[in-house]
């Protein structure tokens, strides 16, 4: 496996070693060792959930609270998103800032994003089937979201054809307030 930091350090791209032929191709999707040794952490993960999303579904931007604060290890198995990570930790020099990367069945990318980061993800193909694990349980009293067009934030989403869809719970997001959200 090859990882490659992005703009914010902590937010990793994982890209498999795949083994193709005529036939096809096999690589190792998920090794806990390897993820151990190639990202310096030592984060178990405790669920296993996988998205179906329509071209122009914007999903996010969504994080949970500590003490139930997530890290996801996210992927496309079908079709190709563009992927987002926000910074929300107050103490870092990246508070506020984010990055975003195309995620497909193509390029097998994966993205690791640490606790203390809000997710969202742009399907830029006509469907995707987006499948992440996290290192703590769905805990509703403990989500949050982020406005995905947050004006401070400025997020390039790719641009599209049809107008973007989102849950009536993502439109009504509030903005990241500098100062006030976050995580200490």
Known sequence: M????TAIPDVLIIEPKVFADARGCFFE?????????????????????????????????HYQLPSKAQGKLVRVVRGMVFDVA????????????WV?????????R???IPPGFAHGFLTCSESADFLYKTTDYYSPEHE???????PALAIDW???PMAYRLSPKDEAAPCLRFGDDGFE
């Open 86 to 97: 926000v910074d929300i930790r107050k103490s870092s020099p990246t508070y506020g800032k």
């Open 144 to 150: 949050r979201s982020i406005v995905w067009n947050d």
């Open 110 to 112: 994966q993205l690791w």
């Open 158 to 160: 790719p641009r599209l």
């Open 29 to 61: 999707s998920f090794n806990q060792q390897a993820f151990h040794q190639a990202t310096g952490t030592h984060y178990q993960f405790v669920q296993d959930n996988h998205s179906h999303s329509s071209q122009g579904v914007l999903r996010g931007l």
């Open 100 to 108: 975003g990367v195309e995620l497909s069945d193509v390029n097998r």
């Open 2 to 5: 090859q990882v490659t930091s």
